[in-house]
T-cell receptor, first 111, second 107 residues
Framework: SQTIHQWPATLVQPVGSPLSLECTVE??????LYWYRQAAGRGLQLLFY??????ISSEVPQNLSASRPQDRQFILSSKKLLLSDSGFYLC??????????FGPGTRLLVL | RKEVEQDPGPFNVPEGATVAFNCTYS??????FFWYRQDCRKEPKLLMS???SGNEDGRFTAQLNRASQYISLLIRDSKLSDSATYLC????????FGAGTTVTVRA
């Protein structure tokens, strides 16, 4: 069966510091991978998606970037965090035109 | 207009009651539809897919109305454990989520 891991679970970072969140998937090959952000009381905002190694599509302009160095690894990064980057970051995997399955998420607080 | 819209609620219902709510979508070409459940401070988890003919899973019934562009979720015989936020998701070239409908079941 497929499993998806994210770490860390929670993170408190100062404004201006860098960020690296990692997501790995097990039990599937060549999945589509996604990064979402959910602000408090808000819906899920798609940040990036990837259909393969090295292929990244950005949905919204922002302070973040994503990379997919391996088939089942997806990384979300920032060089300098902003207060507005606080939120619940969710990684998901899915097959094209099918549903998506979420990891446990990383709760990020930028102070 | 948002791609996917939901009544945020909250819907406060007593145990054993039936609760139903809708989700509207803007793209008539959307192909796939899903309901997710999200507990407080947790990730969304797939509750059920929504098929053209409607589908049922125990106490949960999902229906699709393409003419009016909405999907619905009905929960019968509500349990305390049904308290959660229910997100609808609609797929065209990507999966778009509603902001969720909060349901609180009280004893």
């Amino acid at each position: 069966s497929q499993t998806i891991h994210q770490w860390p679970a929670t993170l408190v970072q100062p404004v201006g510091s860098p960020l690296s969140l990692e997501c790995t998937v097990e039990g599937t090959s060549n999945p589509n991978l996604y990064w979402y952000r959910q602000a408090a009381g808000r819906g899920l905002q798609l940040l990036f998606y990837s259909v393969g190694i090295g292929q990244i599509s950005s949905e919204v302009p922002q302070n973040l970037s994503a990379s997919r160095p391996q088939d089942r690894q997806f990384i979300l990064s920032s060089k300098k965090l902003l207060l507005s980057d606080s939120g619940f970051y969710l990684c998901a995997w899915g097959l094209p035109q099918e549903t998506q399955y979420f990891g446990p998420g990383t709760r990020l607080l930028v102070l | 207009r948002k791609e996917v819209e939901q009544d945020p609620g909250p819907f406060n219902v007593p145990e054993g009651a039936t609760v139903a709510f809708n989700c509207t979508y803007s793209n008539s070409a959307s192909q796939s539809f899903f309901w997710y459940r999200q507990d407080c401070r947790k990730e969304p988890k797939l509750l059920m897919s929504v098929y053209s003919s409607g589908n049922e899973d125990g106490r949960f019934t999902a229906q699709l109305n393409r003419a009016s562009q909405y999907i619905s979720l009905l929960i019968r015989d509500s349990k305390l454990s049904d308290s959660a936020t229910y997100l609808c998701a609609v797929f065209d070239y990507k999966l778009s989520f509603g902001a969720g409908t909060t349901v609180t079941v009280r004893a």
